[in-house]
């Protein structure tokens, strides 16, 4: 499975980006848990935002809770991760990552995924 991210780069504090998370064809990202991923440097890697397959139920780290916004377009076979009110902690590799556990109930950890995107850089500073 290949997913393709890509939409990072840099931003002021308090503005936004859009990251896309693109699944090879043969691949339905609809039939798969898909989680998004940070790492900032120094720090392990952690989940921020999932999607469920089928009902899609949503879920999110309370650091970014009400800022985040996780969406799936089946026609395009697309996974996004709209960031809004972005802050200098939010700085950090993201990833996007098929095949693992979502639930709105819980965290999501790297180690449930088996398949992932090679990851976009994502910076917020003045």
């Known amino acids: 499975v290949q997913l393709q991210a890509s939409g990072g780069g840099l931003v002021q504090p308090g503005g936004s980006l859009r990251l896309s998370c693109a699944a090879a064809?043969?691949?339905?990202?609809?039939?798969?848990?898909i989680g998004w991923f940070r790492q900032a440097p120094g720090k392990e890697r952690e989940g921020i935002s999932c999607?469920?397959?089928?009902?899609?139920?949503?879920w999110y780290a309370e650091s970014v809770k009400g800022r985040f916004t996780i969406s799936r377009d089946n026609a395009k076979n697309t996974l996004y991760l709209q960031m809004n009110n972005l802050k200098p902690e939010d700085t950090a590799v993201y990833y996007c990552?098929?095949?693992?556990?979502?639930?709105?109930?819980?965290?999501?950890?790297?180690?449930?995924?088996?398949?992932w995107g090679q990851g976009t850089q994502v910076t917020v500073s003045s």
């Open positions: 064809s043969g691949f339905s990202l609809d039939a798969s848990s």
């Open positions: 990552a098929a095949e693992g556990i979502c639930s709105k109930l819980g965290s999501i950890y790297p180690e449930e995924y088996d398949y």
């Open positions: 999607i469920r397959r089928g009902d899609g139920i949503t």
